[in-house]
T-cell receptor
Framework: GNSVTQMEGPVTLSEEAFLTINCTYT??????LFWYVQYPGEGLQLLLK?????DKGSNKGFEATYRKETTSFHLEKGSVQVSDSAVYFC???????????FGTGTKLQVIP | KAGVTQTPRYLIKTRGQQVTLSCSPI?????VSWYQQTPGQGLQFLFE???????NKGNFPGRFSGRQFSNSRSEMNVSTLELGDSALYLC??????????????FGPGTRLTVL
């Protein structure tokens, strides 16, 4: 079946540090890949997505590149801010259906 | 545009009871998916409805069921509640195009506690 594995948290970084959250996937076929974010007290929302190999999704300074050869979709940001503190979920979807498989989530805490 | 709304926001039930949760999608969105979120299992897909038909179902027992109405609003029902059903239940709506999985817009969730 389909699955998503992401690095366990929590991750604690100082402001302006570089962020990487690893995500790898297993899927039959060619999935679309997503990063969703859940800020404290808010609902889950899409951060970025990529729909085919070598695509790079980007938003709010975050980036992730769809790597088919390594089945990975790592999330990166060059300089994190306190406001980036949240739980980040890697996810995949297949076909025209809206059944999305989520990773377990990585909690990020950025300290001033 | 109004976001996805879920009612009620909080529920407390006892074992053996049944519960119905409601979700109103974003206007124009015809796909509604339901997820269960728990600290131990994370986010798990329950089912997806599109045009009043269930298109996908996750690995949950038959006690979990749902339906969608002609206005795309959806309900999910859990019968014979168990302690392990305590969770945050999230509803998500999306547009549906021919290929690919689209962005899902999530509601705030219904927090169900089973005593």
């Amino acid at each position: 079946g389909n699955s998503v594995t992401q690095m366990e948290g929590p991750v604690t970084l100082s402001e302006e540090a570089f962020l990487t959250i690893n995500c790898t996937y297993t899927a039959t076929g060619y999935p679309s890949l997503f990063w969703y974010v859940q800020y404290p007290g808010e609902g889950l929302q899409l951060l970025l997505k990529a729909t085919k190999a070598d695509d790079k999704g980007s938003n709010k300074g975050f980036e992730a590149t769809y790597r088919k050869e390594t089945t990975s979709f790592h999330l990166e940001k060059g300089s994190v801010q306190v406001s980036d503190s949240a739980v980040y979920f890697c996810a995949l979807g297949l076909g025209g259906y809206q059944k999305v498989t989520f990773g377990t989530g990585t909690k990020l805490q950025v300290i001033p | 545009k109004a976001g996805v709304t879920q009612t009620p926001r909080y529920l407390i039930k006892t074992r053996g009871q049944q519960v119905t949760l409601s979700c109103s999608p974003i206007s124009g969105h015809r796909s509604v998916s339901w997820y269960q979120q728990t600290p131990g299992q994370g986010l798990q897909f329950l089912f997806e409805y599109f045009s009043e038909t269930q298109r996908n179902k996750g690995n949950f027992p038959g006690r979990f069921s749902g339906r969608q109405f002609s206005n795309s609003r959806s309900e999910m029902n859990v019968s014979t509640l168990e302690l392990g059903d305590s969770a945050l239940y999230l509803c998500a709506s999306s547009l549906v195009s021919g290929t690919g999985t689209n962005e899902q817009f999530f509601g705030p969730g219904t927090r169900l506690t089973v005593l």
